[in-house]
Structure formats: structure tokens, C-alpha cells
């Protein structure tokens, strides 16, 4: 349906031909905070997507309609400068790491819009720099490598939009593949595939429809004190690099050199970086409670070690595990609001949404929103 939508508003708009292209929105499984520290991660992209209707137009003049906010935006290919507006952004921002790179991005028609809920943690801004990247590539016939679009698109963030995210979000648009979920490796950017056929569950997003305006800045803090960890522990150790190097023995032996605070950090990186190795074991071995089990130590170790939790998500964890109908639950992303995600048993499903949209209501007079999701494919045509 929103694909026809975009091509029909497509043709009334503009005169040229478009390709379409899809990128999706990501959930991560375990290994939270871990990818700015070069290490493992364990994404899937969701089926809920940004569409982009894209053509050049043989002109310097780029026109942008983005459907769903019922705006629209334009500006010369060879001068533009940010927009106040925010969303336009995400864009300018891909079509300076092509020009940086020395490759030719001509004016374009775009029409764009999507099903990813903004704010929700859900990546959608990454969605969004994957879908343009990977479209200027195709009209282009750049040639880039999946490798490239990811790392432009999160330079786009990084450099344009002024928001220090990692790796991950970017790579799981890209890269996903319908029910499978994948380790990356964020130091070597290595990645592998494992099969997340969920036969007796459904994963189930509870969305706090909350984004504290901490979360930003508590963001770049977290990667602040996780540097400050390492270069206590480079005193000791001399070819260490980031805390994917160093062992919870070997932080442990060095605790009161610390700050309180920048300890707890650190242990719970360390940890969070072996729980994703454990649950890919835990994964080959089909034990999915288990798998569960280290989704709950990593909702506690982000709740009270990295203190990105609040106390929405915390209210969504801790009722979702008291329910019983959930063999795993965590708050997912950056914190401070989002999504939790859930893995719940298929028998509760319908009775798992009544129950936690109407405890959030009636004790925290939130409403919720809960989504179902399935696990697809990355950026493609369609
Ligand atoms: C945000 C960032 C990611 C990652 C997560 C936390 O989603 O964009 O790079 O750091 O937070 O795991």
C-alpha cells in the first residue's frame, strides 16, 4: 500500500522514471552499547521500512516530497547548506560523503516515506541514509560495496547530522536477511548469519513513546567514560585499544585505580561483549530460553551499570518478565526511552499486548504501542 502510494505521488509530482528502493529499521537481540567499542553486536532488520521513488532529473535541482510529514524540501546539488526542518538533513548529509569521495550525485525527483515509528529507537534515520546511499549508488552506477553504503551512511550521521552513533544500525539495514539475526564483529567488521526461526514465539516491540532529551548527551558521555576506562587500563596493558581487548579478570585486578562510575561502565561493556558470544552458543545449541536468560542480565546491566535505562523502559522490563509470557525481555537501543523487545511465547501474544498496553496505562497513565515484527531482508530495489 505505501509503496503505491509513494509511486502514484511520484507520477502526479514528476515527469521522470524512478527506481524504488526499500531499507528497513533494525531490532537488536543482545550486545547493547557494544559496537562503539569495537565489539559484537547481534541485529536483524524488521519489516518495517523507509520506500524512496528516486530518478535524476537532468538538472542541478534536487525535489524532495516526504509523504508521510507532508512536507517538502529542495535545494542545488553543487550548493546546499543544513536545513532547519531536520529530516532533509539525513540526505545532504549522504550526498556529502559521495561528493567527499569524489563521486558524482546529479540533481534528482524523490518522493519518500515509510512505516518505521519515529523516535521509537528503531533506526529510522539509518533506514533513511541506507536507502538514499544505496539509491545515488544504483542511479549512478557507482559500484560500491555493501561495506561502503554502510560506513558513508553512518558518516553522513556521524559528520552531518552531528550524532556520534556506532556502526551498528546502519550495518543491520543493510546487511539483514529475512529470519536470520547476525554477529558482527565491530572491530573487524566481520559477520556471520545464524538461523532465528522463532517456531514457538514472536518477538513483540513495547514502545514507551517516551524519548527523554538525555539521550543524546548521555550517549556522547558513555562513550566519554568507556575512554576513560580504556586509558586506565593502557597504563597496564600496551596494545590495548578498546574494551573488546581486555578481559573481566583483568579490569577487575585494576578496580580501585578507577572512577566508581567509569568501572561499572566498563564491567558492563565487558560483559555485554561476552553475553553476545554466549547466545550465539546458546543459539546453535537452539536454547532459546537461555538466549532469553542473558537478554534479562543485559536489561539489568543497562538499567543499573550503564544507567541508559529510565523509568518507563524499567516499568516495561520488569512486568513483561514478572508476566510470565515472555522468555526474554530487554530495553533495546540507545536508551532513555524506545522500545523494549520481547520474546514472547506464542500463546500469550494476543493477552501479552492487553496486558502490558493496559498496566502502563493504568500506572504510569502512558499509552503504549506494540508492534509485532519479522525479521527481512536489508536494502534492496524492489
Ligand atoms: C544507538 C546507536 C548505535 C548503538 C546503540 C546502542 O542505536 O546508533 O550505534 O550504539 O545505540 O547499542
Given at each position: 500500500m505505501q509503496v503505491e502510494d509513494i509511486k502514484k505521488e511520484f507520477n502526479s509530482t514528476f515527469d521522470t522514471t524512478p527506481i524504488i528502493v526499500r531499507s528497513p529499521g533494525r531490532i537488536n537481540l543482545i550486545g547493547e552499547h557494544t559496537d562503539y567499542n569495537e565489539g559484537y553486536v547481534m541485529p536483524a532488520a524488521i519489516d518495517k521500512e523507509i520506500v524512496c521513488a528516486i530518478a535524476t532529473n537532468n538538472t542541478n535541482n534536487c525535489r524532495v516530497v516526504a509523504l508521510d510529514m507532508k512536507d517538502s524540501f529542495e535545494f542545488d546539488i553543487n550548493s546546499f547548506n543544513k536545513s532547519d526542518k531536520g529530516w532533509p538533513n539525513y540526505i545532504l548529509g549522504v550526498i556529502e560523503q559521495f561528493q567527499k569521495k569524489g563521486l558524482e550525485v546529479k540533481g534528482f525527483d524523490c518522493v519518500f516515506g515509510g512505516?518505521?515509528?519515529?523516535?521509537?529507537?528503531?533506526?529510522s534515520s539509518a533506514a533513511m541514509e541506507c536507502a538514499f546511499a544505496f539509491g545515488f549508488n544504483t542511479l549512478h552506477n557507482h559500484n560500491l560495496s555493501k561495506l561502503e553504503i554502510v560506513k558513508m551512511s553512518q558518516a553522513a550521521e556521524n559528520e552531518y547530522v552531528d550524532v556520534q552513533c556506532g556502526i551498528m544500525d546502519q550495518f543491520a539495514s543493510v546487511h539483514g536477511m529475512a529470519d536470520q539475526i547476525f554477529r558482527l564483529?565491530?572491530?573487524?567488521?566481520d559477520f556471520e548469519y545464524f538461523n532465528f526461526i522463532l517456531d514457538d514465539y514472536h518477538l513483540v516491540l513495547c514502545d514507551t513513546q517516551i524519548k527523554h532529551s538525555l539521550a543524546s548527551s548521555e550517549y556522547n558521555t558513555r562513550r566519554k567514560e568507556c575512554e576513560q576506562g580504556i586509558s586506565v587500563l593502557q597504563k597496564h596493558?600496551?596494545?590495548?585499544?578498546?574494551?573488546?581487548?581486555?578481559s573481566i579478570s583483568q579490569l577487575k585486578k585494576h578496580e580501585k585505580e578507577f572512577d566508581p562510575i567509569v568501572y561499572k561502565r566498563c564491567k558492563y561493556v565487558i560483559e555485554e561483549i561476552k553475553r553476545v558470544i554466549d547466545c550465539c552458543e546458546l543459539l546453535i545449541k537452539g536454547d532459546l530460553i537461555g538466549f532469553g536468560k542473558n537478554m534479562y542480565k543485559t536489561h539489568e546491566g543497562l538499567s543499573k551499570?550503564?544507567?541508559?535505562?529510565?523509568t518507563e523502559l524499567d516499568f516495561l522490563a520488569s512486568k513483561a518478565k514478572e508476566?510470565?509470557?515472555?522468555?526474554g525481555t530487554r530495553m533495546m537501543g540507545g536508551g532513555f526511552g524506545g522500545c523494549t523487545i520481547n520474546i514472547v511465547k506464542n500463546e500469550f501474544l494476543d493477552q501479552f499486548k492487553e496486558y502490558m498496553t493496559e498496566v502502563y496505562k493504568n500506572e504510569l497513565n502512558l499509552e503504549l504501542k506494540t508492534y509485532m515484527v519479522k525479521i527481512k531482508n536489508g536494502t534492496s530495489l524492489l
Open positions: 512505516d518505521i515509528p519515529l523516535g521509537a529507537g528503531l533506526s564483529d565491530c572491530k573487524t567488521l596493558y600496551n596494545n590495548i585499544n578498546s574494551l573488546r581487548d581486555i551499570e550503564y544507567e541508559v535505562s529510565c508476566s510470565n509470557m515472555v522468555i
